[in-house]
């Protein structure tokens, strides 16, 4: 049984971590002066942030087009393969998952399961690697999924951003009344519910330096815990100094601990805005028995 592994772009998978794992990409459209552009095709992750500066208007985002989809779905089972995993962004951030939920049976010479991740970020594309990896090792498809879901309940992550009115508008933040903390000038803590997998706020902390502390507490709570080594995420919209410099400071404390530094590109930094950051871990997946 051969398997396709697909996700979409705000898994922000390097060219070389696709190839690697075979991980075909579906480009997300951002919306910046009634122009659509493809992530990571026609418009970069710096350009998006330098435009966003002076734009008169906030940019959003739309699905990607059904027909290309199920063209590339095709394209696929033409290719040999008998199942495509489709994994995207949380539902609870896009329609994406649904629309396809209704789409995918009309392609008729191959498979296609999607499977909503439940977040994004390259928190969905360590659990897209992943699933390659099963995959190319021959695990049947319901023991992929297993998988999947078992993963997915072990992922954490903390958002600190300087702005909530991005999703308060798109309706991204579940608990709106959140709002008020930028009237307070706190640095609002969030983080995907485990029950809904919707954005919540769960904290409000007066300075950043203590924000960051506050992450690193529900960090090392989590690293105490975990029976399997984790892996670390700093998550930055256009500001890679801060991630690097939070990024030392952590592993000076984990020596042994795996850290990385990763990105919002341009369709989660529409909701989250410039400057926004996060600490999200995970099982470090290439130390996970395949």
Known sequence: MKIAIVTDSTAYLSAAECAKNQITIVPMPVIM????????????????????RTETTLPSTSQPAIGELLRLYENLGNAGYDIVLSIHLASTLSGFYNTLKSAVNQVKNTRVIPYDSGITVKLMGYMAIYAARLAKAGSPINEIIQRLDQLKQQINEVFIVNDLKNLVRGGRLSNTSAVIGTMLKVKPLLTFDDQSNKIVLFEKIRSLKRAYRRAEEIFATDFV???????????????????????????????????????????????LGESAIALAWLPDIYQLKD
């Not at 975990?226 to 939070?246: K, V």
């Open 33 to 52: 002066a009634d122009q659509v552009y493809q992530e990571g095709v026609d418009l970069t992750t710096s350009e998006f942030y330098r435009r966003l």
């Open 225 to 271: 815990q975990s029976a399997q080594p984790l892996r670390l995420i700093i998550i930055h919209a256009n500001d890679e100094p801060a991630a690097l410099a939070w990024q030392a400071e952590i592993q000076a404390k984990y020596p042994q601990l795996v850290t990385e530094i990763s990105y919002f590109g341009p369709v989660i930094g529409t909701h």
